[in-house]
């Protein structure tokens, strides 16, 4: 089934906790060569039938409102994942 | 929302079913039954109980209830002297007894308590949070089922030496564990203890202690009865979880696409509990159920084979209503999963309604599954097909019984004997040395650490809790009446002498109740031991059990209910035997509860006792 | 603090308090005993029904409303509940008094009754302690039985408490005195300026992230108070903030 | 500066509580057209100069050990946003 998927990331302004932990972290283990991390959501809604542009317009309103929250997060995506597998997946 | 039958489309449910037709018709089929756990004498049995051989559903339910840790197969002679040693004195606040989801103990003014502590060691090893929170929502269920509103939660952790590599990812992945679903319960964390010992590296205890409050009307119980009356499944949809390595039954499913994965981690969703909690009180004040039971382990098996054979005697069950996460499982799996957030009760048909209308309320999926007969059998039917037809008894009670070898260590003897012969320590520097090192050791330390995670406050009638000796909840706001309780272990002492360790486990934490103020009434305990196989471990759980039965007759307090967990050793190395004891005792007023510590200046300072 | 109304004037339990329970609500039960003790009278709010059965002032407290998995109070902000209440919360003069403890804080920032949001601690962890802080401004419906520059210690516990605003958004409370409420010695979580509690420019709707609730009864409360020695778990600085919106009703 | 994205999203057989609040709340909000919502978690680590196949390497191992909890999540991507702007930002 298609799948429609919506990033969020943490405003660049505004102090991201966890990924400043993980950007913490990562040398102890050995990960130099990050200079930042920001950690944000994804989420995957799926469709039953076939992805309308009215759909799409459904999620990018839903991305917007319910999904982020504004004064904190900027909704970076909200595209189609035309096929069943993960994008890029490994 | 209402929804009577699973969405999952038909086609993908159609499996090549083993029918009870099916399996008198094929004697000679080979079945998993040892992948699942079974040994062939047990297998054996159940061929004999049934007179043909199980289907695959059959054999699902018979290997999960038939399992050390719902069974209780090698531990249960051992446990019969918790009742055996129990004088009718003790029993005089008792409700409800051991057998049941938990203890009632009555307090006074129409008002009951029900507590119990359970463990939840193996999954917190191989996943921390979930294993931990999932503990928490397990012992949870317990507590409502018996018709009860949970007040508070303790947690005995016991985890490896503190500067081994995975030793950080256990404490924080548990102890954020049981906060992050503790919390979100709203139930205030009242006291536990934390100790750190190598000899629990690979095998980390965390038991979970809930209470429950409600009026003695109010008690509910697990069976079913009433010809005709109605069985319900509700809370969360069914997945794969807690199967894993059982997926061998999906060789049930010949011609289906092949199953998804099965995951042997189980996830807790808190807010679905906190949903189930508020809706079940709901149903209980509403008196719209007759019988209830949560699910837990062993999941459908465990709920239908013990409400049959706790009531009338019979059950007929179509398996195909119950909603899925996962469509792809097959009818054993369905049977055996473990996931987390759902009960099952009896209604009514003229309840129906009235319940219906809680359930969409609280917006909480549910389904009819099938109703109470007088058959004495419990039928399992797929799609109208007949996969379980069995005496619920034989499953649920009658599973095999062990009377396994036990004998004193031989090593026991050097080890009492291998008392400390260093120098005593007379000046001052020497003195000053051992207090700071005593100071600096983890177990000794503060634990604010750790309880600076929990809620305490919650609910609003936390009378004491960290860092006091005991946990004290108020019950009824208008006479102040009220319940402590404390836990307690020392597997330290057990090593030495299981005997004494388990006396002196109860007697602490009888003291720690005692000395709040409240009159200690009632028991519960978690017997953390390693294998059973192990004829030492077994004398180990033997002795244990004989100290905790013999105190318990000593201070007058009965056993209400617990947990046994066994296994819990790595290789050939066993934890220390660890009875943690909780004990439960009540107040007239917690206004009058007395705090550990010393709180003012010039006070007097009495040492009391041996 | 005096709960008793004098001879003659309305009893404060004339004043009728809802409480609004979302699903995951946890602490409504507390909001509603803080709200008796008070003297006032607690009223409970079901957030799916449309109806503020005509009380005075409304509580959203505490709690995981609906999971907050997603954010704290994504959700519970569509509640048909939460509509009838931002619309009587903006109602100008005679604008309906709300206070959102923890999660309701969370509930009003999310429904744009207050500014600002909350994301994770700083330290990551889910943090229970006695806090203590600073009133700063003593004239909203939920502080005007306090002086401005007292100080309270009351309960402080969740996970994502860290207050954040963009400076501009920052400075606006400061020179408009909306900080009501700051964290006195270390920073629990790493929120902005030490801010604990806002207001709207009206001052009716008040949002604080420590629980005032949970410091209303001796016995049951925080074990310190900010007026000096307590007996065990006796503080009972957060009655104030309910008082204070009764006596103001009872007007 | 260069990022790399990595994407975690809960295993498919695994129960996603996240997921399925916010599927729970879509329709009340008037957003019918979805029949599922997973909630997952994007990284984006920032690279100081040019990402070389070996901090590519080091993304991946580190997605799979400190990113992602592998009992109940899968790394879905792992992958160069080559610009400074973010992938399909509206
Ligand atoms: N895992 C835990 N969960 C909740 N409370 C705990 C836990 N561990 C310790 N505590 C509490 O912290 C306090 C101090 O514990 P501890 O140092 O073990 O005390 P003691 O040595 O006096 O038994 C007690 O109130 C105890 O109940």
Known sequence: ???????????????????????????????????????????????????????????????????????????????????NTAEGEQ | MTINSSSAPAEARKFNIDTVAHAAETPDVELPWAALGLKENEFDRVVEILG????????????????????????????????????????????????????????????????????????????????????????????????????????????????????????????????????????????????????YQGNPLVNALAVGVLRHEDIRLANASGVGNKVVLFGARTGGDGIGGASVLASESFDADKPSKRPAVQVGDPFAEKVLIECCLELFKASVVEGIQDLGAAGISCATSELASNGDGGMHVELTDVLLRDPSLTP??????????RMMAVVTPANAAAFEAIMDKWNVEYSWLGEVTDTGRLIIEWDGEKIVDVDPRTVAHDGPVYHRPFHRPEWLDALQENTFDGDRLTDGDSLRAAVLELMSSPNMCSKDWITNQYDRFVQGNTALAMPDDAGVVRVDEETGLGVAISTDANGRYSYLNPYEGARLALAEAYRNVATTGAKPLAVTDCLNFGSPEDPEVMWQFAETVRGLADACQELGVPVTGGNVSLYNQTGGVPIHPTPVVGVLGVFDDVARRTPSGWRDDGQAIYLLGA | ??????????????????????????????????????????????????????????????????????????????????????????????????????????????AHLLPGSMIKNNHLHFLCRDQRLRVENADTAWTASYAAGDEIVVPLKNQDGQFVADERTLDELEGEGRVVFRYVGANPNGSRRDIAGISNAAGNVVGLMPHPEHAVEAGFGPDSSAAGLVGVRGGTDGLGIFTSVLKKLVK
């Open chain 2, 332 to 341: 054993g799996e369905i049977l055996m999963s473990e996931s987390q957030e």
């Open chain 2, 52 to 199: 043909r051989r199980p289907t695959a559903a059959e054999l699902a339910m018979y290997s999960v209830m038939w399992s050390e840790h719902c069974s209780y197969k090698s531990s249960k002679v051992h446990l019969a002297q918790f009742g055996d040693k129990v004088t009718d004195a003790m029993k005089e606040h008792l409700l409800v007894g051991i057998g049941e989801n938990a203890g009632v103990v009555d307090i006074g003014d129409g008002w009951a308590v029900t507590f119990k502590v359970e463990s939840h060691n193996h999954p917190s090893f191989v996943e921390p949070y979930q294993g931990a929170a999932t503990g928490v929502g397990g012992i949870v269920r317990d507590i409502i089922s018996m018709g009860a509103r949970p007040v508070a939660i303790m947690d005995p952790l016991r985890f490896g030496a503190i500067d081994h590599p995975d030793t950080p990812r256990l404490v924080h992945g548990i102890v954020s564990g049981i906060g992050g679903y503790g919390n979100s319960l709203g139930l205030p964390n009242i006291g536990g203890e934390v100790v750190f010992d190598s000899v």
């Open chain 1, 1 to 83: 089934m298609p799948r429609i998927v919506v990033d969020v990331m943490p405003k660049p302004e505004i102090l991201d906790p966890q990924g400043k932990a993980i950007a913490g972290a990562l040398p102890r283990l050995g990960f130099t060569g990050f200079s930042g991390v920001r950690q944000g959501k994804r989420f995957e809604l799926t469709v039953d039938g076939e992805v309308t542009e009215e759909l799409l317009e459904q999620a990018r309103t839903a991305a917007s409102t319910l999904l982020s929250n504004p004064v904190i997060e900027d909704v970076t995506r909200v595209e189609v994942l035309a096929d």
């Open chain 3, 1 to 110: 603090m005096e709960t008793d109304a004098p001879f003659g004037a309305p009893a404060l339990d004339s004043v009728r308090v809802g409480i609004v329970t979302f699903p995951g609500s946890l602490d409504d039960r507390d909001a509603a005993r803080a709200i008796r003790l008070a003297g006032g009278t607690a009223v409970p709010l079901w957030h799916g029904d449309h109806d503020l059965q005509g009380v005075d002032a409304v509580v959203v407290p505490g709690g995981f409303s609906y999971g907050d998995y997603l954010r704290a109070g994504a959700i519970s902000r569509f509640a048909p509940l939460m509509e009838q209440i931002t619309a009587a919360a903006s109602g100008g003069e005679r604008a309906l008094p709300v206070l959102g403890i923890c999660n309701g804080f969370q509930v009003l920032t999310e």
